[in-house]
């Protein structure tokens, strides 16, 4: 579990897949295009071989919505574990 935060709303999300922070994005491929999943939080800063400017871009977080769970540097601090009653197992 993450916990979301912003100046209006506190709230706990699982994963990838209710995160505020998920959007989705065209690529192309050839002359196709398709539509993916990246995490808006996460900014990966590499240079483009063409023109040499530092370029940021999102990662894609399909692995992380087939698995239920958050991507592993997920910027998201974690929800504190809270211990098990005698009647949860």
Known sequence: MKIYQ???L???ISGCQECPHR???RF???DRYYTGWVCEAINILHKNPI???EIATHPIVEEA???GGARND????DAPQ?????GEQ
């Open 65 to 67: 919505l087939m698995s």
């Open 10 to 12: 506190t709230m706990l």
């Open 28 to 30: 192309k491929n050839n």
């Open 82 to 86: 809270t211990p098990k009653t005698r």
């Open 23 to 25: 959007i989705a994005r």
């Open 74 to 77: 997920c910027p998201l601090e």
């Open 6 to 8: 912003n100046p209006i």
């Open 51 to 53: 023109t040499g400017r």
